[in-house]
Protein backbone atom coordinates (compact mmCIF):
# COMPACT_ATOMS: atom_id res chain seq x y z
CA UNK A 1 0.00 0.00 0.00
CA UNK A 2 1.25 3.74 -0.73
CA UNK A 3 0.97 6.01 1.81
CA UNK A 4 2.09 10.25 1.54
CA UNK A 5 3.29 11.76 4.27
CA UNK A 6 2.50 15.14 4.10
CA UNK A 7 4.09 17.90 6.26
CA UNK A 8 2.05 21.34 5.59
CA UNK A 9 2.36 24.87 7.15
CA UNK A 10 3.98 28.10 7.43
CA UNK A 11 7.34 27.78 8.95
CA UNK A 12 7.69 31.65 8.85
CA UNK A 13 5.09 31.94 11.51
CA UNK A 14 6.29 30.01 14.44
CA UNK A 15 4.39 26.86 15.26
CA UNK A 16 2.12 26.39 12.07
CA UNK A 17 5.52 25.41 11.22
CA UNK A 18 4.79 22.30 13.22
CA UNK A 19 3.90 19.68 10.08
CA UNK A 20 7.06 20.86 8.35
CA UNK A 21 9.53 20.06 11.30
CA UNK A 22 7.33 16.71 12.01
CA UNK A 23 8.10 15.74 7.72
CA UNK A 24 11.89 16.94 8.39
CA UNK A 25 12.69 14.95 10.79
CA UNK A 26 10.77 11.78 9.14
CA UNK A 27 13.17 12.25 6.58
CA UNK A 28 15.50 9.44 7.86
CA UNK A 29 13.10 7.34 9.23
CA UNK A 30 12.80 3.65 8.44
CA UNK A 31 9.43 3.77 6.74
CA UNK A 32 7.34 0.92 5.85
CA UNK A 33 7.36 -0.03 2.18
CA UNK A 34 5.23 2.14 -0.13
CA UNK A 35 5.98 5.15 2.31
CA UNK A 36 6.64 8.60 1.24
CA UNK A 37 7.71 11.63 3.43
CA UNK A 38 7.01 14.95 1.53
CA UNK A 39 7.71 18.51 3.23
CA UNK A 40 5.00 20.07 1.15
CA UNK A 41 4.99 23.99 3.08
CA UNK A 42 2.27 26.42 1.66
CA UNK A 43 1.67 24.54 -0.81
CA UNK A 44 -1.63 23.23 -0.55
CA UNK A 45 -2.55 23.10 -4.27
CA UNK A 46 0.44 21.07 -4.87
CA UNK A 47 -0.75 18.71 -2.45
CA UNK A 48 -4.42 18.21 -3.85
CA UNK A 49 -3.21 17.52 -7.11
CA UNK A 50 -0.34 14.72 -5.24
CA UNK A 51 -3.58 13.04 -3.91
CA UNK A 52 -5.33 13.30 -6.95
CA UNK A 53 -2.89 11.88 -9.28
CA UNK A 54 -4.08 7.85 -8.21
CA UNK A 55 -0.56 6.94 -6.88
CA UNK A 56 -1.09 6.74 -3.07
CA UNK A 57 -3.75 4.78 -1.48
CA UNK A 58 -4.27 6.50 2.11
CA UNK A 59 -2.07 9.64 3.25
CA UNK A 60 -1.19 11.55 6.43
CA UNK A 61 -1.75 14.85 6.76
CA UNK A 62 0.94 16.60 9.54
CA UNK A 63 -0.21 20.01 10.60
CA UNK A 64 -0.98 22.79 13.75
CA UNK A 65 -4.71 22.52 14.50
CA UNK A 66 -6.29 24.71 16.84
CA UNK A 67 -8.54 23.29 18.60
CA UNK A 68 -8.79 25.12 22.37
CA UNK A 69 -6.39 22.50 23.70
CA UNK A 70 -3.11 22.64 25.58
CA UNK A 71 -0.47 23.73 23.17
CA UNK A 72 1.25 20.80 22.36
CA UNK A 73 -1.67 18.36 22.36
CA UNK A 74 -1.22 16.38 19.45
CA UNK A 75 -5.18 15.02 17.39
CA UNK A 76 -5.76 12.36 14.91
CA UNK A 77 -8.52 13.63 13.18
CA UNK A 78 -10.55 11.35 10.61
CA UNK A 79 -11.55 13.99 8.28
CA UNK A 80 -15.06 13.74 6.36
CA UNK A 81 -15.94 13.52 3.13
CA UNK A 82 -16.68 17.22 1.23
CA UNK A 83 -19.51 17.12 -0.27
CA UNK A 84 -18.49 20.47 -2.11
CA UNK A 85 -15.09 22.21 -2.74
CA UNK A 86 -14.53 25.25 -0.83
CA UNK A 87 -13.95 28.82 -2.09
CA UNK A 88 -10.57 29.92 -1.32
CA UNK A 89 -9.63 33.43 -0.20
CA UNK A 90 -5.54 32.02 -0.19
CA UNK A 91 -3.79 29.38 -2.34
CA UNK A 92 -0.84 29.74 -0.12
CA UNK A 93 -2.98 29.28 3.30
CA UNK A 94 -5.30 25.99 2.85
CA UNK A 95 -6.68 23.71 5.32
CA UNK A 96 -6.51 20.39 5.61
CA UNK A 97 -10.12 20.50 4.68
CA UNK A 98 -9.24 22.89 2.09
CA UNK A 99 -6.55 20.63 0.62
CA UNK A 100 -9.06 17.76 0.87
CA UNK A 101 -12.08 19.24 -0.90
CA UNK A 102 -10.10 20.38 -3.42
CA UNK A 103 -8.64 17.22 -4.64
CA UNK A 104 -12.12 15.32 -4.53
CA UNK A 105 -13.23 18.23 -6.57
CA UNK A 106 -10.40 17.47 -8.87
CA UNK A 107 -11.46 13.64 -9.14
CA UNK A 108 -10.72 12.44 -5.75
CA UNK A 109 -8.87 12.00 -2.58
CA UNK A 110 -7.50 8.63 -1.08
CA UNK A 111 -9.89 6.32 0.51
CA UNK A 112 -7.94 6.57 3.68
CA UNK A 113 -6.75 10.00 4.97
CA UNK A 114 -6.05 11.13 8.94
CA UNK A 115 -4.56 14.41 9.92
CA UNK A 116 -1.94 14.19 12.90
CA UNK A 117 -2.49 17.94 14.63
CA UNK A 118 -0.75 19.76 17.12
CA UNK A 119 -2.56 22.64 19.41
CA UNK A 120 0.04 25.68 18.69
CA UNK A 121 1.21 28.16 21.01
CA UNK A 122 2.55 31.23 18.79
CA UNK A 123 1.46 31.97 15.68
CA UNK A 124 3.47 34.90 15.62
CA UNK A 125 6.36 35.70 12.97
CA UNK A 126 8.81 33.63 13.73
CA UNK A 127 11.15 30.93 12.54
CA UNK A 128 11.09 28.65 16.05
CA UNK A 129 8.46 26.71 17.11
CA UNK A 130 7.48 27.01 20.49
CA UNK A 131 9.19 24.55 23.33
CA UNK A 132 5.65 22.84 23.75
CA UNK A 133 5.16 22.23 20.12
CA UNK A 134 8.80 21.52 19.46
CA UNK A 135 8.68 18.65 22.45
CA UNK A 136 5.68 17.31 20.54
CA UNK A 137 7.63 16.33 17.31
CA UNK A 138 9.17 13.93 18.04
CA UNK A 139 6.24 11.92 19.53
CA UNK A 140 4.18 12.65 16.06
CA UNK A 141 6.35 11.66 14.28
CA UNK A 142 6.67 8.36 16.20
CA UNK A 143 2.53 8.31 16.09
CA UNK A 144 2.60 9.02 12.13
CA UNK A 145 4.98 6.36 12.17
CA UNK A 146 2.53 3.73 13.90
CA UNK A 147 -0.34 5.31 11.81
CA UNK A 148 1.69 4.64 8.78
CA UNK A 149 2.03 1.48 9.60
CA UNK A 150 -1.53 0.54 10.75
CA UNK A 151 -3.29 1.77 7.18
CA UNK A 152 -1.22 -0.32 5.59
CA UNK A 153 -2.37 -3.60 7.25
CA UNK A 154 -6.04 -2.20 7.57
CA UNK A 155 -8.28 -1.52 5.28
CA UNK A 156 -10.55 1.19 7.41
CA UNK A 157 -9.45 4.41 9.44
CA UNK A 158 -11.65 3.47 12.43
CA UNK A 159 -10.09 0.88 12.84
CA UNK A 160 -6.52 2.19 12.61
CA UNK A 161 -7.40 4.58 14.97
CA UNK A 162 -8.95 1.88 17.78
CA UNK A 163 -5.94 0.05 17.23
CA UNK A 164 -3.38 3.03 18.51
CA UNK A 165 -5.96 3.56 21.24
CA UNK A 166 -6.02 0.21 22.57
CA UNK A 167 -2.31 -0.19 22.38
CA UNK A 168 -1.72 3.38 24.04
CA UNK A 169 -4.47 2.68 27.19
CA UNK A 170 -3.06 -1.00 27.63
CA UNK A 171 0.28 0.55 28.30
CA UNK A 172 1.94 1.18 31.72
CA UNK A 173 1.00 4.96 32.71
CA UNK A 174 4.47 6.06 33.11
CA UNK A 175 5.20 5.00 29.43
CA UNK A 176 1.74 5.77 28.21
CA UNK A 177 1.68 9.56 29.66
CA UNK A 178 3.75 11.77 31.24
CA UNK A 179 1.13 14.05 33.33
CA UNK A 180 -2.77 13.22 34.27
CA UNK A 181 -4.57 15.79 32.41
CA UNK A 182 -8.26 15.76 30.97
CA UNK A 183 -8.76 16.78 27.21
CA UNK A 184 -11.59 17.53 25.78
CA UNK A 185 -12.46 15.87 22.73
CA UNK A 186 -15.47 17.40 20.14
CA UNK A 187 -16.50 17.67 16.53
CA UNK A 188 -14.29 20.00 15.37
CA UNK A 189 -12.50 21.21 11.74
CA UNK A 190 -10.22 20.64 10.35
CA UNK A 191 -9.45 24.00 9.06
CA UNK A 192 -9.29 25.67 12.41
CA UNK A 193 -5.55 25.44 12.12
CA UNK A 194 -4.68 27.87 9.99
CA UNK A 195 -8.39 29.21 8.70
CA UNK A 196 -9.57 30.18 11.94
CA UNK A 197 -6.93 32.07 13.10
CA UNK A 198 -6.78 34.54 9.93
CA UNK A 199 -10.35 34.66 9.92
CA UNK A 200 -11.61 32.67 7.68
CA UNK A 201 -14.58 30.62 7.22
CA UNK A 202 -14.53 27.26 8.04
CA UNK A 203 -16.75 24.04 8.14
CA UNK A 204 -17.38 21.98 11.02
CA UNK A 205 -18.01 18.33 11.28
CA UNK A 206 -14.66 16.11 11.85
CA UNK A 207 -14.14 13.60 14.10
CA UNK A 208 -11.20 13.71 16.88
CA UNK A 209 -10.37 10.06 17.28
CA UNK A 210 -7.86 10.57 19.93
CA UNK A 211 -6.08 13.48 21.50
CA UNK A 212 -3.40 14.00 24.49
CA UNK A 213 -1.34 16.65 26.00
CA UNK A 214 2.47 16.38 24.59
CA UNK A 215 1.10 12.76 23.51
CA UNK A 216 -1.91 10.84 22.35
CA UNK A 217 -2.62 8.36 24.63
CA UNK A 218 -5.54 7.24 23.09
CA UNK A 219 -9.52 7.53 23.33
CA UNK A 220 -12.38 5.92 21.69
CA UNK A 221 -14.37 6.55 18.62
CA UNK A 222 -17.96 8.19 20.24
CA UNK A 223 -18.48 11.75 18.43
CA UNK A 224 -17.09 13.25 21.47
CA UNK A 225 -14.43 11.45 23.88
CA UNK A 226 -11.94 12.46 26.32
CA UNK A 227 -8.03 10.93 27.71
CA UNK A 228 -7.94 11.31 31.18
Given at each position: ????????G?????????????????????????????????????????L???????????????????P?T????????????P????A?????????????????????????????????????????????????????????????????????????????????????R??????????????????????????????????????????????E????
Amino acid sequence: MNVLVAGVGNVFLGDDGFGVAVARRLAGADLPAGAVVRDFGIRGVHLAYELTGGAYDGAVIVDAVARGGRPGTLYVLRPEPAEAPPVFADAHDMTPDAVLALSSALGGAPGRVLVVGCEPRDLSPGMDLSPPVSEAVGPAADLVLELVADLAEEPATEKVAEKIAERRAAAPSGAARREDHHAEASRDDLGAGRGRRHGLPVDSGHQAVHEDPEHVTGAGMSQETGVN
